[in-house]
Structure formats: C-alpha cells, structure tokens
C-alpha cells in the first residue's frame, strides 16, 4: 500500500501588528541599510520597525492608540544577529527595560492582545531565505554608527500572520501613527 503526505500549511489570517519605529537619524540609516540589502539581495523593502504586538483586527484600529501616554523609548543595541525565521532573517538586537515593558503592557491592553512579554525586541534589515553562511558574515560584518536607538512613534499596521514569504511583506498597509511625546 502507497504512503500519502500530508503536509498542513497554517492558513494565514489578517492581524493588527503595533510597531515602534525609529526616530531620525538612526531610522534613515536603517531605510539605507535595508534599501540596500533589499536591492543586492532581492528581497522584499520594508519601514524599519521594532514589533510589540499582534492583535486580532478590528474596524476600530485607529482608535487604540488614543490611550497611549508613554514617551519616546530609548533601547540599547545588544548586537546584529540572524536566524532561521523569514522574519528575523538579519536583525538589530535591543535590550528590553522598564519603559519597553511598561509600553508593552499598555500597547497590548489597548489592543486586546493576549497578554505577552516582548522577549527579543529587534529591527529586522531584511526579510529572505539565504544560506546561514551569508547570513552570519552580513551579521559580522554589520557595524552600527550608534550604541542606542530612540523610538519615537507607534504604529498599526494589517498584515498576514504567519508571515512567510514576500508578497505578505508587500501587502502591509498602515491604518494608525502616533507620535510617542508622554
């Protein structure tokens, strides 16, 4: 008798994901980096982001950043790494603190989101299958100009989840911004 695969495929489902985003100078030297990795590479181009939530959508999105008081978050760069998930391709590593947290909790009781601690904060440089040998001499040889990142807006944005190729990438649309000024 004749063995049949099965292979499941998780259907993707349309979520709200809350980012940080950088403020300027370092978010414009992350819109470089990524330009240019996305065009030597192939890959999908991107804002710089730094993810605190996903959340189930809903038509009242722009609504739930209202509540938000908090100030402008200050992260400390650990280092540049990479891995195995599509979404962590090459990364920028931050130390969590307690104004990290604290947005994090507020963020995801705004949203509804299930209750979660935001364990490796990151801003990925680019989201593409490769080789674990090119990913590790990008990550090594990837020095940043600056020690500390300041985040200075929240943002909602639908997208796919699990993200997993390009074309989830492509169809990310911005639905709220707010300026983080506490």
């Known amino acids: 008798m004749k063995s049949t695969k099965v292979t499941r495929t998780k259907r993707k489902q349309t979520i709200l994901a809350y980012w940080l985003v950088p403020a300027r100078p370092e978010r414009d030297l992350f819109v470089e980096l990524i330009r240019i990795l ?6 999908p181009r991107f804002e710089p982001h730094l993810s605190i939530c996903g959340a189930p959508d809903t038509e009242a999105a722009g609504k739930v950043l209202d509540p938000i008081t908090a100030a402008p978050i200050v992260l400390r760069v650990k280092s540049v790494s990479y891995s195995n998930l599509f979404t962590k391709t090459l990364f920028v590593r931050f130390a969590r603190n307690a104004a990290l947290d604290k947005l994090n909790v507020e963020v995801r009781c705004a949203a509804q989101a299930p209750e979660e601690v935001l364990r490796d904060p990151h801003v990925s440089l680019i989201y593409k299958r ?6 590790r001499e990008l990550a090594s040889t990837l020095r940043l ?3 500390e990142v300041v985040f200075d807006t929240i943002k909602v944005v639908r ?3 699990p993200m997993d190729c390009a074309a989830d990438v492509d169809s990310w649309r911005t639905v709220a911004t707010k300026k983080l000024s506490g």
């Open 38 to 43: 996305v065009d030597e590479l192939d890959a």
């Open 130 to 135: 490769m080789p674990a040998g090119t990913k």
């Open 145 to 147: 100009p600056f020690r």
């Open 159 to 161: 997208c796919l989840a």
